[in-house]
């Protein structure tokens, strides 16, 4: 569905994309695009939605280039970043044109206005001017416009900003169902939370370059050169007294009813820790890993690029 | 799903369609006053003078003077400054114009369509400035010339405004440069450079104000004419022209997000 290769993007002499190369397949899921402000996210965005053209390599998008290329943009669905929309219009109105200039016309551009709106929770307010609208009402227009050609790709630019908790909850639960009815949904974000939320399959971007992309636990096991940090509760003595005799350890940390060790390998460690306590050599109660979640991996990943 | 991309024509009219609610809102108030003040204006003096006790009827110099100095001059292209703006340049700078961008409508079409609205709301109050300087004596033979003058007029600014809003990132500026040095200091330059202006054109068509001015107040050797149907022509093919410009730059530019690569 989305090939690139080697694509870059400059924007005069800075580069705001260095060469990058990867594949999306066919077929729906969620595909995070995580990394900080300025990490390159809009620009591989905006190559992939046919707004800029790469400067360098080769984007191809259902088999094709995809700027200003009406068999792609019709089969693609695009959220940019931001509220914005146009001032003063009313939101159906809006919509309706957005339908037509997206080949919809008669009947079906009806159905399909109402259907987006039912789908984003807005149909009782599509009647408001966007002036009218708060930013989450905005965001959830802007998402329609996104829908209502039912597209085979949805992209999402920072979708989640500026929205409350709620919202948020019901955007994700949107985009899972998108997916879940075959819909390829690539969103991006600078929080690794949101991301974390809704899929374990992340592209991760910094400063320009693709760092990384994968399961968080296939970009985890890259990194094995990264301790990971594990909380054992239980008699904080007698659990460091094991801990200190394992080949894996590098680090260990007493606290309050446990200790905190950091493994190099936890896949070779953790089978002897679950049968030490089985045979009750250890009091262990309770253990979980404190850094086996996005943030640990994008910190580890920005850290060794920094 | 895929669909079939809109053509060029059911872009234009969805657009058009779909952006004409802007044109009843503040800016287009401000743009329908800019004809209707000065003319309002002249007609209660007018009124005002006759109720006082002027005899007869009013000058045609004086519908004469409010077309050629007030709305021909002044208000026009100040429309055209105030209109093109809010085509598509307001979607550049509102980073709005990425959400037309990606949809499988030709992008070309896109200026024409958003300015149509502006164009046809302009052109309303044109014709019913020109109608409100008949009460004051404008002679009832240059009436269609003078519509065809605004009208046409009209068009070829707010297209030339549009294409330099896509051109320049200061447009409005380059813009007002042009109607307000260029047009009036032109007729110092060699006379045929005088068709190089709307000015001329409008002239062609509405009868000049040669005959109006005074020998001090003309700069030219001489004064140029253009038969009334070439010059309607030209002024519709040169605003036809820049609304292809236009669309053909906004066609090839990148505009990304940030909406600030197509600005020259």
Redesign the interface.
Known sequence: MIKLDRASLRYGPILGLSPTTFELPDGGGITGLLGPNGAGKSSLLQLLSGLLPPSGGDVRVFGEAPFRNPAVLARLGMVPEGDRLPMGLRADRWLRMMGELSGLSGDGLKSAVARVLDTVGMADRAHLTFTRMSKGMRQRIRLAQALLHEPDLLILDEPFNGLDPEARLVLMALLRDLATQGTRVLVSSHILGEIAQLTDRILLLFRGRLLAEGTVTEIRQLLDRHPVELRLTGEAQALARWAVEQPELAALRMEDGGVVISVGSPRDLLPRLQKAAAEGAIPLRALDPLDLNLDAVFQYLTKDHA | ??????SPL??I???A???L??VF?GRGWVVASLVMVPVALSLVIYTVAHIKGAEGRPYPSEALRVFHEVLVKMMLPIMALVAAPAGIR??LE???L??????????WALPLGKGLPWFAWGAIWLVLGALGLQVLGGDPALLPGRLLGLVGAWWGELALMTLVGLLFKRGTLWGALYFFLWEPLVRIFPPFLQRLTFTHHIESLAGSRAGQVHAHQLLAQEQVTTHPALALLALLAFGALCWALAGWKL?RT????AGS?AEG
């Open positions: 799903m895929t669909i079939a991309a809109p059911a872009t009219r969805a657009t369609r779909g952006y609610p802007r809102q307001e979607d509102q980073r709005t990425p959400l037309l961008l990606v949809r499988p409508a030709p992008a066609q990148p505009v990304g997000l690569e």
